[in-house]
């Protein structure tokens, strides 16, 4: 496989990594192209690369810099805005998953916070699911929290 053809390939395959996910294909491709390029993109050129419009490209560039895994560059002889992906990106990604997952956490304490004094047998069940679901969610916040820790200990530039 030529390296154009592994280019595409990659970009491509982390456009469908991301629809599993959920996301857009584009914020995937996009991830994938910044991910695959040493040098800094512009928006010029990964629309031209990915054949598609300015509109859906910047959008999404708006979405990942909010969410800390891409970053605007300077890039000296040029006004266009450069980007490439952030130092620690899949670190990053993963603690922007991990803060999704803090959600369940704090949506079962609330729940198990609002049902503690109501003894309606029909909440019986709801009772302890959401006990448990605390139990698990905490569990796993301080899982997450030790594995995050870890990595930056480990990988300390």
Same mark, same amino acid.
């Given at each position: ?41 512009? *928006?010029?050129?990964?629309? =031209?690369? /990915?054949?598609?419009? $300015?509109?859906?490209?910047?959008? #999404?560039?708006?979405?990942? %810099? ?40 704090? *949506?079962?304490?609330?729940? =198990?916070? /609002?049902?503690?004094? $109501?003894?309606?047998?029909?909440? #019986?069940?709801?009772?302890? %699911? ?28």
């Amino acid at each position: 496989m030529n390296t154009d053809r592994i280019k595409e390939e990659f970009v491509n395959r982390f456009g469908d990594a991301y629809h599993d996910f959920g996301l857009p294909v584009l914020m995937g491709r996009i991830i994938g192209l910044l991910l695959y390029s040493e040098e800094p993109i512009s *928006l010029d050129m990964m629309t =031209e690369e /990915l054949k598609v419009s $300015k509109g859906p490209v910047s959008q #999404i560039l708006r979405r990942l %810099r909010d969410h800390s895994l891409v970053k605007r560059v300077w890039v000296g002889g040029d006004r266009k805005d450069y980007y490439q992906v952030v130092d620690q990106i899949f670190l990053q990604a993963f603690i922007n998953q991990a803060s999704l997952l803090k959600r369940n956490l704090i *949506l079962a304490r609330d729940f =198990e916070r /609002l049902l503690k004094n $109501k003894t309606d047998p029909k909440l #019986i069940s709801l009772k302890a %699911r959401m006990k448990e679901m605390v139990e698990f969610n905490k569990e796993m916040q301080e899982y997450l929290n030790r594995f995050i820790e870890k990595w930056r200990d480990e990988h300390a530039e």
